[in-house]
């Protein structure tokens, strides 16, 4: 069951978590340990949007926090969120273009899913 939800929303750190402990239950060890090694690489990812998300706010014309903030969305496969975090860091800067690299890279992504 735990396997079923991972497949179906790949970020959701509950499910990974009680997917490792299961594994290791059963004495799949190596499965176990793979699992919580998402579970952890998860976790820092919410820990480090968290942070971001009250960063802006405060400094809302750097837009290194929201490029930052896109690149975890677009790793994590969230990429309409990743389109918006790009979009508003070429708002505050047109010239990046690295990041304008990074939003048509989201778009064509959006795209594939939607095909």
């Known amino acids: ?12 750190l509950s499910a990974h978590y009680n997917l490792a402990q299961a ?3 059963l004495e799949r ?18 820990d480090e949007i968290k942070k971001l998300q009250r960063l802006i706010p405060v400094q809302p014309k750097n837009p290194d926090l929201n490029r930052k903030l896109g690149e975890i969305y677009f790793n994590r496969n969230e990429f309409k969120a990743a389109v918006e975090q790009f979009e508003k ?25 939607k095909s």
């Open 1 to 12: 069951q735990f396997k079923q939800v991972v497949r179906l929303e790949p970020n959701h």
């Open 23 to 25: 594994l290791l239950l």
């Open 29 to 46: 060890i190596e499965e176990s340990k793979k699992e919580m090694a998402t579970f952890h690489r998860l976790s820092l990812q919410e």
């Open 89 to 113: 860091v070429l708002e505050l800067n047109p010239q990046e273009v690295g990041t304008l690299e990074l939003l048509e890279r989201a778009k064509l992504k959006i795209r594939k899913i």
